[in-house]
């Protein structure tokens, strides 16, 4: 089924006044532009506007393809949170435009998105377009339209860069304020909209809106903060003689394999794991929930924004404890990817940095694929950084082609050595090294036979490299294409877990998980193994 991308803006130069719309249809795969609209719709609000706007963009997917699904990304939190149901709709204007836009496609077909503004450049740019020749007397017309070549080629590059992962909450609250100054002062001097600024002059949204904005947001975990290690902390690695809890030898043997770029859904007996195939998803975050007054209002920039700022501190409340220090800054957020499938993955063979270093299969490059289309439909990706290792460069390679973006390696991402173990199935270590191996299965600080490396020794290794990309990437969301232990770790350090948790998670091939890391040292475990995009 054939799937298609839907942005669209609409803004009013006086609320009410001028107004105007902009849509734009691409296609989800390529990410090319199959259709814009835009017009000149007389004395209206913003919201209507927008609403008009929406109306178009889906009437022109619907043309495309009536049999199409379609993703609906808008920078107005009201419609989009008003045609998702969580909003009621009672301004008499809207109703019947929500109606309309409701029975374009089925029911289920059409999902919607809210992103920041700055993503929504050409839609905006198309609204204003029509809203300059509404004022010349005009309307818009697709064959002078430079919308697209305009916010191609970095147009509205004054518009302020996003200080943090898109949709965090303290983020949305910083930009939020901006936001309100900007607008007062815009006020204040009485300047007329340009063409290629904000569609709408006072806009009724105006702002970052946070509180489950994002994909990553709307994953936070409400009690994932309490006892997160502190950054630049001695590794959180597990100390000598720290096996008390350990899992002991013979227990869980086959729960071992998931650390040899296995998946633990295909362990051959791990009674104490996640069941195969779960999602061990965060629940979302329902921090935005409005009042009826919220829903109603289309013409007061500051009450809405307000209602944002709200939003932003309600999505923070739920995402940190009740005792966390005031708004520290966006965190450091790291989605982390297990690379594709790889040969020696559905044979459950160990595979580290000792051995092969295979590549992808075609199943792991499907894979990749899939994966780098989710992250280009959500967006939120601003750096890419890589484990050494074929399969990780081959998948980092794939989504990086697919979101414009370069690939930095780093040496201390890459997986476990395990030494002679490299190649084996599980089976046959516990044949040809049972003593080696239940020494390592029962302590973190055992290495596999030959001088592998130690649980203990990948986790001095992964935390450093922590501390350092937290460093460089402060404020960013960034992919980490990685492998099963490093992710395990990082996941098993931020909650403050024991080293046999790194025996207790499923983590699949392809699989994504997020953990973002706050200025006074804790983490937040907001996504474990999603593999909804490989279905």
């Known amino acids: 089924?054939?799937?298609?991308?839907?942005?669209?803006?609409?803004?009013?130069?006086?609320?009410?006044?001028?107004?105007?719309?902009?849509?734009?249809?691409?296609?989800?795969?390529?990410?090319?532009?199959?259709?814009?609209?835009?017009?000149?719709?007389g004395v209206a609000t913003n919201n209507v506007a927008e609403y008009r706007g929406l109306l178009a963009g889906l009437r022109a997917a619907h043309e495309l393809d009536p049999s199409a699904t379609v993703h609906v990304r808008m920078d107005s939190k009201l419609v989009v949170e008003q045609m998702s149901g969580r909003w009621k709709i009672k301004h008499p204007d809207m109703k019947p435009l929500a109606a309309d836009a409701a029975r374009i496609f089925p029911p289920g077909r059409v999902t919607y998105e809210w992103i920041p503004r700055e993503r929504n450049k050409h839609a905006d740019r198309l609204a204003n377009e029509a809203m300059d020749a509404g004022a010349r007397g005009e309307q818009w017309s697709a064959s002078t339209s430079t919308a697209e070549l305009d916010t191609g080629a970095g147009a509205g590059a004054g518009a302020v860069a996003p200080s943090g992962p898109p949709g965090d909450a303290a983020a949305g609250a910083a930009r939020v304020r901006e936001a309100l100054a900007t607008g007062r002062a815009a006020s204040a001097g009485g300047a007329p909209a340009e063409a290629g600024a904000d569609a709408g002059s006072a806009k009724a949204d105006d702002g970052v809106r946070a509180g489950g904005a994002d994909a990553e947001a709307r994953t936070l975990k409400a009690d994932a903060d309490a006892g997160a290690p502190k950054a630049g902390a001695d590794a959180g690695a597990p100390k000598a003689g720290a096996d008390a809890g350990a899992p002991k030898a013979g227990a869980d043997l086959g729960a071992a394999e998931a650390e040899a770029d296995v998946p633990a859904a295909e362990a051959d007996s791990d009674a104490h794991a996640p069941d195969a195939g779960a999602e061990h998803r965060a629940a979302k975050a329902d921090a935005d929930t409005p009042t009826d007054t919220d829903t109603d209002t289309d013409t007061d920039t500051d009450t809405v924004a307000a209602k944002a700022d709200a939003d932003a501190r309600a999505a923070k409340a739920v995402a940190t404890p009740g005792w966390a220090p005031a708004d520290m800054g966006a965190p450091a957020t790291f989605v982390l990817l297990r690379h594709g499938e790889t040969p020696l993955t559905p044979q459950k063979r160990f595979s580290g940095s000792g051995g092969t270093d295979p590549s992808l299969s075609g199943i792991g490059r499907d894979q990749a694929e899939r994966a780098a289309a989710l992250l280009a439909r959500r967006g939120t990706i601003q750096a890419i950084v890589s484990s050494p290792l074929a399969r990780t460069r081959e998948t980092a390679g794939i989504i990086a082609a697919r979101l414009g973006l370069d690939v930095s390696v780093d040496d201390g991402l890459r997986e476990t050595d395990f030494g002679a173990w490299e190649g084996l199935t599980f089976a046959e270590v516990r044949e040809r090294h049972p003593d080696d191996l239940n020494a390592w299965l029962a302590s973190p600080d055992a290495e596999p036979t030959g001088g592998g490396e130690s649980f203990t020794a990948t986790a001095t290794r992964i935390a450093a490299t922590r501390d350092k990309l937290i460093a460089a990437y402060a404020g960013r969301t960034v992919l980490l294409v990685t492998h099963v232990t490093p992710i395990k770790t990082l996941v098993r350090l931020a909650l403050g877990a024991p080293p046999e948790s790194l025996f207790r998670m499923e983590l699949s091939a392809a699989s994504l998980s997020v953990v973002a890391y706050y200025a006074d040292g804790n983490a937040s475990l907001r996504l474990l193994n999603d593999t909804s995009h490989l279905r």
Do not use: H, K, Q, W
């Open 1 to 41: 089924m054939r799937e298609f991308i839907v942005e669209a803006d609409g803004g009013s130069r006086g609320n009410p006044g001028p107004a105007g719309y902009g849509a734009v249809v691409s296609d989800a795969a390529t990410g090319e532009t199959l259709r814009e609209a835009a017009e000149y719709i």
